[in-house]
């Protein structure tokens, strides 16, 4: 439950729906001001997209030292109260006045857990890592990453019922498997709500000329920043998911599904700074790499603009202007073909790769799943609700420093919603 307590919000309280770093931000900038904040969260941890990320801008630190400062300030809060894998089944009312209704889906683990992690010790089941969008797995009882918050350990209901799930109760010495939990269904009230639900990667596979789930060894960028993380599915090594050979020769393709009518037509804004900070995880990892980035357009505005001079200057480092037609396979060595046009030389270029990464654009997650509750959209999907406000990457496509100024501010209209 919200903060492992009975939620009890009165009239002024805010809602955020969304734990990602637009949804932290905005309610901590309100409940340091003196409001009561609820986040609200599907995931069974805060932290969103930015606690998959190996490095962010413009720092190019790792999240963790973000988050933990965040994670902090919410813990010395009483103020900010959060549920996890929450999510809102419906909205009535209006500003000063909505009525909510929340389901919590069963953890199995109530707050005793310790996280000593005998439960996954214990546990004969693996499943699919979603965490690292499939490139490995994990047990069935599972903390979902080293930086998770709260700090406590799932149990996948697929094994509800089974011998392995008995297997992680009589295994935790703490009494803090609780296979009789249920889904539960509570109403609050709440003066403002904020959707701050974050953005998912395209598809990659609706792009067939692009290959993406034929092709072995092509991935998106979100995969290539589990791949470089040291918590990821190779620990920080950058290899090749078809035989675990290390990456010497990797391309990189902007605007996969982007700036393209029959997919986003929008530009989705971090791709190209994605790519081109990527391009110093393989650069560092082996001086002797290459990397070839097939853009429309750099898009690196303001202060990026150093950046992407930067990785310019490194020689190892080609840049073709031409959008890719085809990506296929070598089936006897599993490298990549790229098949692209050089539109400033003419030439038609066939490539060859040991590796590829897709810049998947940044699609907003309304796409898929509405605000259930008067919310009105821009012909792309992105919330511009007045009433029923919105921030992050939701509202527009954004990098986590602009996330978290648009997050500031859509705090201040949620605390003025709360005062009129």
């Known amino acids: 439950m919200a903060d492992e307590k009975t939620p009890t919000p009165g009239s002024g309280t805010i809602l955020v729906v ?12 309100a409940a340091e001001v003196g409001y009561e904040v609820f986040i609200v969260e599907k995931n069974p941890y805060l932290g969103g997209r930015v606690a998959q990320l190996n490095k962010y801008f413009p720092k190019l630190c790792p999240p963790t030292c973000g988050l933990e400062i965040n994670f902090q300030r919410i813990k010395n809060n009483n103020l900010v109260k959060w549920f996890t894998m929450t999510e809102v089944e419906k909205i009535s009312g209006g500003p000063g006045n909505y009525d ?30 979603t965490f690292n969008f499939g490139m490995d797995k994990r047990k069935a009882a599972y903390l979902p990453h080293e930086m998770s918050f709260p700090q406590r350990y799932v149990l996948d209901p697929s094994i509800i019922g089974t011998k392995s799930a008995q297997k992680c109760k009589d295994a935790c010495p703490y009494n803090a498997i609780d296979l009789d939990d249920k889904a539960k269904t509570f109403n609050i009230k709440a003066a403002s709500v904020v959707w701050a639900t974050g953005w998912n990667p395209y598809d990659a596979s609706k792009m067939t000329n692009l290959s993406f789930g034929k092709v072995q060894n092509l991935i998106t960028n979100m995969m290539m920043e589990r791949l470089a993380a040291t918590n990821g599915p190779t620990n920080g090594k950058i290899v090749r998911p078809s035989d675990g050979k290390t990456v010497n020769n990797i391309a990189f393709v902007q605007c996969a599904g982007s700036r393209d ?28 790499s290459k990397a070839t980035i097939y853009y429309i357009d ?28 085809k990506i296929e396979e070598d089936p006897a060595t599993k490298d990549v073909i790229v098949t692209v046009e050089d539109t400033l030389s003419g030439k038609k270029i066939h490539a060859r790769h040991e590796m ?65």
């Open 18 to 29: 969304g734990g990602g770093i637009s949804g932290i931000t905005t309610a901590l900038e």
């Open 100 to 129: 909510v209704t929340l389901k919590q889906s069963p953890r199995y683990v109530n707050n005793n857990c310790t996280c000593c992690g005998k439960c996954a010790e214990a546990c004969d089941v693996e499943i699919p890592n």
């Open 261 to 288: 009518e029959n997919h986003l037509p929008f530009c989705s804004y971090i791709c190209c700074l994605a790519s081109l900070k990527q391009t110093t995880y393989i650069r560092e990892a082996n001086p002797e």
């Open 298 to 325: 750099l898009r690196t505005p303001g202060r990026y603009e150093k950046f992407y001079k930067k990785v310019k200057a490194d020689g190892n480092v080609s840049f073709i202007k031409g959008k890719v037609a």
């Open 356 to 420: 590829v990464v897709l810049a998947t654009g940044m699609e907003p997650s309304t796409a898929s799943v509405k605000v259930p509750g008067n919310a009105q959209y821009d012909d792309n999907n992105f919330v511009i609700s007045a009433d029923i406000l919105s921030t992050g990457c939701v509202k527009k496509p954004s990098d986590v420093m602009s996330s978290g100024q648009t997050a500031t501010g859509t705090a201040l209209k949620a605390i003025q919603m709360v005062r009129r």
